[in-house]
């Protein structure tokens, strides 16, 4: 079960590897990636504002598969994966096998999940990396926690908020009442087993930023400056930003009906724990797991960190752990009636019920019809455009004017750009490239204009220079325009002889000619 699973995980994920292209920031992490092995491995003329590791990976998906989008999101497909197995294994071990296969199953379908998957953001590899520094954690692995729990923070800043859950949960096996805690010796090899982890993974890489330093800032402080300081918000922004968060929280699910059973099982597992008065071991994770959602959650509403919904996607991870839990209580109070001798539903058939309520929003979420993860059209066309910049290239020296595309072309061109064939020049407003334009007329001169960021006022600045834009090429939402001499027509009809001139007091100009038809 927990293979089908996984495969079907695989194959929602997969369904959009290439049929969007690169919003902004993919390519700015493809740029990187490309920048950093081919120039400058210690990024001191180019400042990533994240920690290297996942742009270190991805530099290693393209050498190992080619230069491509589809590359950058298959390696994100593959990490996504990887998740669904990671929930299971550790929900399996806190709960029984019907709670692994439960969150297998909401891991594997939540779209969310699925649509953050074929895209080449940081964040499917932070989910991988605090999920397994979590699963290891339980499973006493200590110094392969302190790994996880490093590539996590070495991935992306909010790789911290991991640190509390992945502790915690290690303190949850530590009760002095359980009888069979560590002792004070082997507490204390376990924290430095689980310190050492940490240091193997982040001690290298602030070595490696060190040596920047004197020229170029820390991806963390540059991180900070980007974003602006997180600070605390005031309390009357409280309202309308957890509003905010919550709008984007719902396509965890994207389905009111997923919800509500998801919602339902939690109260009724919560009520069975109590009434049978469960185990310690039994339901402290899943409080645990519960209050840091919560922590989690609450700690974006109260401060000024953007209301981006890729922030959100830690929250898989605690939502398929809960929805493992509440199953295993239900199976748990299905096997008491059984040995009472009364008849109950199946581990089976609470699964297949968990199958029909996911598998809509899945599916929708796989055909990209859910407005949150990758690009959903807005770049449509704009490979294209860049493919015709690139053959442009070949026979011709080339400037390029770009005003949002800045990263794109950095990505796209980065071959014909550092070999000089193309000159990507930033324009902030249709005078300045009008001017720029005129001053370049040993180059072809093209300029990608986007549907949704229109030059309204080109035409008049060019022709004041003498110029004129022609479309080359109109591709999804993006026009590709090449700006040239406006033409003179035939002036064989001209004919020129000396101009007629009168006796005069005073003689004519010398030469003076006039033209007449």
């Known amino acids: 079960m927990l293979v089908l699973t996984t495969l079907a995980g695989f194959a929602l994920r997969s369904y959009l590897l290439d049929r969007y292209p690169f919003r902004e920031d993919e390519a700015i992490y493809g740029y990187w990636a490309l920048y950093g092995w081919h120039q400058d491995p210690f990024f001191l003329h180019v400042w990533p504002d994240k920690p290297p590791v996942f742009v270190w990976l991805l530099t290693l998906a393209f050498q190992a598969w080619g230069v491509s989008p589809a590359t950058a999101r298959f390696l994100n497909i593959g990490l996504s994966t990887l998740t669904i197995p990671v929930l299971a294994v550790m929900a399996r071990g806190w709960w029984g096998d019907w709670?692994?296969?439960?969150?297998a199953l909401v891991a594997g379908l939540a779209p969310f999940a699925i649509t953050f998957a074929p895209t080449a953001f940081t964040d499917p590899l932070l989910v991988l990396a605090g999920s397994l520094a979590l699963a290891l954690m339980v499973r006493r692995r200590f110094f392969g926690s302190g790994m996880a729990l490093g590539v996590a923070i070495m991935t992306k800043q909010q790789g911290l908020l991991f640190v509390p859950l992945v502790v915690g949960a290690g303190l949850l096996d530590w009760r002095p009442s359980l009888g069979d805690g560590p002792t004070p010796r082997q507490r204390a090899l376990a924290v430095l087993a689980f310190l050492a982890g940490i240091?193997?993974?982040?001690?290298?890489?602030?070595?490696w930023d060190s040596l920047r330093w004197s020229v170029a800032p820390s991806p963390w402080d540059l991180g900070a400056r980007n974003v602006g300081a997180v600070s605390l918000t005031a309390l009357a922004q409280w309202g309308a930003r957890l509003r905010g968060w919550l709008d984007?929280?719902?396509?965890?699910?994207?389905?009111?009906?997923?919800?509500?059973v998801v919602s339902a099982g939690v109260v009724v597992g919560v009520a069975l724990a109590a009434r049978r008065r469960a185990p310690f071991r039994t339901w402290a994770p899943a409080v645990f797991l519960v209050a840091w959602a919560v922590g989690f959650g609450g700690l974006h509403v109260v401060t000024s960190v953007q209301i981006w919904d890729r922030y959100l996607l830690p929250l898989v991870a605690p939502l398929a752990l809960a929805v493992a839990w509440a199953v295993a209580e239900l199976q748990g109070v299905v096997n008491g009636w059984r040995g009472k001798g009364h008849k109950g539903f199946p581990g089976g058939a609470l699964m297949l019920i968990g199958l029909l309520v996911l598998a809509p929003p899945a599916v929708l979420a796989a055909a990209g019809r859910l407005p949150v993860g990758g690009d959903h059209g807005a770049y449509s066309g704009i490979d294209e455009a860049f493919a015709y910049v690139t053959a442009a290239s070949h026979a011709h020296s080339v400037a390029l004017y770009q005003r949002e595309l800045g990263w794109?072309?950095?990505?796209?061109?980065?071959?014909?750009?550092?070999?000089?064939?193309?000159d990507l020049r930033y324009y902030p407003s249709s005078v300045f490239l009008a001017d720029s334009a005129a001053?370049?007329?040993?180059?072809?001169?093209?300029?990608?204009?986007?549907d949704w960021s229109p030059l309204r006022d080109l035409d008049p600045q060019l022709a004041a220079r003498g110029l004129t834009a022609k479309v080359r090429l109109r591709a999804g939402h993006f026009t590709v325009y090449e700006i040239s001499a406006q033409s003179q027509g035939d002036a064989r009809w001209r004919?020129?002889?000396?101009?007629?001139?009168?006796?005069?007091?005073t003689a004519p100009t010398a030469g003076a000619m006039m033209c007449r038809p």
């Open 408 to 422: 794109h072309a950095r990505f796209y061109l980065y071959d014909a750009l550092e070999q000089g064939a193309v």
């Open 99 to 103: 709670a692994g296969v439960a969150a």
């Open 439 to 450: 001053k370049q007329p040993d180059r072809r001169r093209l300029v990608i204009v986007p």
């Open 199 to 207: 240091a193997a993974v982040v001690a290298p890489i602030l070595y």
């Open 495 to 505: 004919v020129c002889r000396p101009r007629e001139t009168r006796p005069a007091l």
């Open 248 to 260: 984007l929280a719902w396509y965890l699910l994207a389905s009111n009906l997923a919800w509500l």
